[in-house]
């Protein structure tokens, strides 16, 4: 590798993450890793960890506790290896947990299917060349290249630790990493860890939901995801099960939802703010969307946007929150 430990500066990019819903955390994480997230499970998702911008490394590690499908944006020239340490994820219809490295050669975007209670290690270094480690391990779905390889569980220990040291002082070495990044790279048996093989029905619900996340403003019906898939209803549902654990109403819903948040998140505070990003979204049934959106992420959009705004104590002058408030009351 062509960094070194001596040439690693922390500067002032160093954050600590413990943030009470995942678009915090991607805000937290942005200086370091551009990430987005739908949120698939109810309950407030909480995320933690830390990570830091060195010299020519980002290091870090990151956890949360809600099923959830990420993507995290590799850029040209870049190489990112994600080292799960707890929990199970999905990447492709290929099941990822600890023993198992992901590589990511950019410019391209990974996209995790995540269960609860993952937690990965990551570090983002200049890409060594794809050209270098395409060989049979690798799956390719476009213009995307990544592989899996296996790993020991020394190697597991030493990266995750090593990756908690440099975030935590500015003055430890990078050499243990590096090392086994090399390692892992370089000295990887011919018997890597290979995708699984994708059925019709996954490689349609990867089609569908990338036509969904690409038209969430529009009216969407299933008939028209399946046909923009090339697949049946009764395929795309086994498919969606099978890769986010959900149906593809479901994952509508919430890629919608997650919309609405992430803009509540980033919003100051207007009167009327829910009511227009509920019906710009697509969700028209006002206490129904109050409803889903107190379940799927375990607060009232106004808490949301008082947050963001820091606003903490109002009374209720939005039309959705009084239906909010009713509709939660009538659940409990």
Known sequence: MATTSSALTFANFVTRIHAHGLD?????LAPFLRTRYVQLERGM???RGSAARLDQLCVGYVSADRHKVEWLEVPRGRMLVVVPTSGRARLGTTSVARGRVI????PTELTVCSERDYRSTFVSLPDRGVGEFIGQNYVVTGSVRVRVLPAAEAAIESFDTCARELTETAGASSDVLLEVCETWLREAPDDNVAFAP?????????????????HLERPLTLGAVCQAS???PRALEYGFREIF???????LRCARLSRVRRELHGSAYTSGRITQLAMKWGFWHLSQFSKDYYDLFGELPSVTLGRASGRVDRS???CVETTARRAVAEEL
């Open 103 to 106: 590589v990511a050669h950019g």
């Open 230 to 232: 090339y697949s049946s």
């Open 316 to 318: 209720g002058c939005d």
């Open 24 to 28: 915090e955390a991607a805000a937290q």
């Open 45 to 47: 998702a909480c995320s």
């Open 245 to 251: 654990g959900v149906s593809p109403i479901a994952y």
């Open 198 to 214: 994708s059925t019709a029905r996954c490689q349609a619900a990867i089609r569908a939901r990338q036509y969904i996340d690409e």
